[in-house]
């Protein structure tokens, strides 16, 4: 029942953002879900906790930054895993076939530990490479 509860939410979630994502200043639409892209001020924040970090480690040593370093770096891994996972379901939803489809959900399924890193990763570097193709340069 709580796996169903938060199916619910996040099914919810997802219904209203996609009414309210073109109203947010913060968030670029670009006209589907899966061509969203967080704020590339995310990448600085990461920055910034991994210096807030190290600075903690060897020289401030203060035992009450390490909790709000991790959970900042928490909410951010949040915000590169939702923008891979809209990568991944773009490159889904690109495939014609219905077999290969249901073999990249299943592989997801399996693998959902190494899934949702590589999810994370492609979302950090989505900034750099452009997976999607979103930012269109025009080369003279």
């Known amino acids: 029942t709580v796996w169903l509860m938060g199916l619910a939410v996040t099914a919810l979630t997802l219904l209203i953002g996609k009414r309210f994502l073109p109203r947010l200043l913060w968030m670029k639409y670009q006209g589907g879900l899966t061509r969203w892209k967080a704020p590339s001020v995310c990448v600085w924040i990461v920055i910034l906790l991994g210096a807030l970090y190290f600075a903690n480690m060897y020289g401030l040593q203060q035992p009450l930054l390490l909790p709000v370093v991790y959970n900042g770096l928490l909410a951010v891994a949040g915000i590169f895993l939702l923008q ?55 080369v003279l």
């Open 84 to 138: 891979g996972a809209m990568i991944v379901t773009y490159y889904i939803r690109r495939q014609r076939d219905g077999i290969f489809r249901w073999m990249w959900y299943g592989m997801i399924v399996l693998f959902v530990q190494t899934a949702v890193i590589v999810m994370i990763l492609l979302g950090v570097f989505d900034y750099w490479v452009d997976f999607r193709r979103i930012e269109r340069k025009i």
